[in-house]
């Protein structure tokens, strides 16, 4: 099963920007879908970004404009740029692997917007 290890997470004041980034053990394919999702206390884990089969991507409402996915395949690793932090999107951001049927998470990261 592929390992993720997720790095890049802290403390922001609202406004500025954080970037995250999630490498997977293995081999990854272009066809494997890569992500990232959060989960703030008391709320479901929900989509942030998702990089999908052959470049697509799919982005949270909340985050469209604001955030950016990326990923080096070469380097089995994805990546996200948050920019214009808001207090609400505090919250432990995982990193999702997709392969067909196969999922794996991450152990997930803090980010904290906060003055």
């Known amino acids: 099963q592929v390992q993720l290890v997720e790095s890049g997470g802290g403390l922001v004041q609202p406004g500025g920007s954080l970037s995250l980034s999630c490498k997977a053990s293995?081999?990854?394919?272009?066809?494997?879908?890569m992500g990232w999702y959060r989960q703030a206390p008391g709320n479901q884990r929900e989509l942030v970004a998702d990089s999908v089969r052959y470049g697509f991507t799919n982005y949270g409402d909340s985050v469209k404009g604001r955030f950016t996915i990326s990923r080096d395949n070469a380097k089995n690793t994805v990546y996200l740029q948050m920019n214009s932090l808001k207090p609400e999107d505090t919250a432990v951001y995982y990193c999702?692997?997709?392969?067909?049927?196969?999922?794996?998470w991450g152990q997930g990261t803090q980010v904290t917007v906060s003055s």
């Open positions: 999702r692997f997709r392969r067909g049927g196969e999922i794996s």
């Open positions: 293995g081999i990854i394919f272009s066809s494997d879908a």
